[in-house]
Every structure is written in C-alpha cells, then in structure tokens.
C-alpha cells in the first residue's frame, strides 16, 4: 500500500525566506501525488497534483513541487514566504482502492509558522 | 458552484449517544469521500461512494459506523453508541468521475464525546 512520510511536523521561516517542505512517498505504482493546505478551522484547499506529466509542478499561491523518482520525493517549495503562508501543509498519494476509488492517503501534516 | 458543504460544523456529545452528520457535495460530483482526521495527523480514509454505491470501507469504519447516499446526492455519516475516541474531524470530499481528479474538501463537522 502506498504511503507518504513528511519529514518536521514544524517549520519555521522568516517573511520573504524560501520555504521547503519535504515529502517522500511509497508507492508499488506510478503514484499520483498531491499537496493541500489547511487553514485553521478551514478545510482542505489542493495546491497542487503531479500526475505523470511534467515532474516539476505549479501551483497555487506561488508554490511548486518537484517529483524525483530516484528520490521518492515531492518536496514543495516557494521562493519567498508570506504571513499569510503560516498554514498546515499535507502531501498526499493516491492509492489505488477497490472500485477505483483512489482514495487519498496523507502524511501527518507540516504546520508552517512565518515570522515578520 | 458553492463548494462541498457539511452539518453542523461542530457537535458535542454525551459518550454513548448517536450522532448524524451530512455532506452537499459539488453538484453532479459523482464520487463522494469520508476522511477522519484527528489531533496531530492527516487525514484518514473512511469510505466512499460512487453516485449511491458505497464501494469501499475502510477498516477503522467499525459496525458502528453507517454511511448512505441515497439517490447519489448528499451523503450522511452516522455513528452510533459513540465512544471518546471517535473525537474527530470528519471531512467530506467530492470529485468528478474521472481518474485523478481533484478531490474538493468541505469544512468538516468537529466531533467532541464527553
């Protein structure tokens, strides 16, 4: 089954500095990956999916995510973070279930603090 | 497109009451997710339906847990005879029939057993 490991369940940035969140996963098939971000008290919001197209993705917000297979990894980057940024990140793999049902399952989460 | 919708967003029980929750997904979404998600962790799969068939249930869906979407619309989730540890958020996703979609989230219903 596939699986998905967040390395730091906290990070800590300055305003304006890159952010790097780390994400490797365990898939016995091509996976198809996700990051989504949570908001306090709000629901999941998709920033972006690799699904075996191009392996450095673009997404929402100013984000982006590299998938390396040699690596496992589909770290998510932005070049320079913002207060409004401090939210909980979730890297996602697809598991292929019963039916078709390609189920998602998350890693535990990385809260993101941004300091001024 | 208002977005997937759940009720009530936060409910307080009594350990060993029963509890109803529902989602709205997105209209004509035909595949419609539970996810759990406690303290300090992702979220969980729980089940899922494609229009009204429940085609998959996840083992920490215990006989205690029931879920339905009848006529392939909006979707309840019941627990019965709740216990502390099913203090949770219980998250509500729907998508397109399509492989790979996006899963869109609701705001999810908080559940707190006393």
């Known amino acids: 089954a596939q699986s998905v490991t967040q390395l730091g369940s906290h990070v800590s940035v300055s305003e304006g500095a890159l952010v790097l969140l780390r994400c490797n996963y365990s898939?016995?098939?091509?996976?198809?990956l996700f990051w989504y971000v949570q908001y306090p008290n709000k629901g999941l919001q998709l920033l972006l999916k690799?699904?075996?197209?191009?392996?450095l993705v673009k997404g929402i917000n100013g984000f982006e995510a590299e998938f390396k297979k040699s690596e496992t990894s589909f770290h998510l980057t932005k070049p320079s973070a913002h207060m409004s940024d401090a939210a909980e990140y979730f890297c996602a793999v697809s598991d292929l279930g019963q039916g078709g049902s390609e189920k998602l399952v998350f890693g535990k989460g990385t809260k993101l603090t941004v300091n001024p | 497109d208002t977005g997937v919708s759940q009720d009530p967003r936060h409910k307080i029980t009594k350990r060993g009451q029963n509890v109803t929750f529902r989602c709205d997904p997105i209209s004509e979404h035909n595949r419609l997710y539970w996810y759990r998600q406690t303290l300090g962790q992702g979220p969980e799969f729980l089940t899922y339906f494609q229009n009204e068939a429940q085609l998959e249930k996840s083992r920490l869906l215990s006989d205690r847990f029931s879920a339905e979407r009848p006529k392939g619309s909006f979707s309840t989730l019941e627990i019965q005879r709740t216990e502390q540890g099913d203090s949770a958020m219980y998250l509500c996703a729907s998508s397109f029939l399509v492989p790979t979609d996006t899963q869109y989230f609701g705001p999810g219903t908080r559940l707190t057993v006393l």
């Open positions: 690799y699904t075996s197209a191009a392996t």
């Open positions: 898939s016995s098939v091509p996976p198809y």
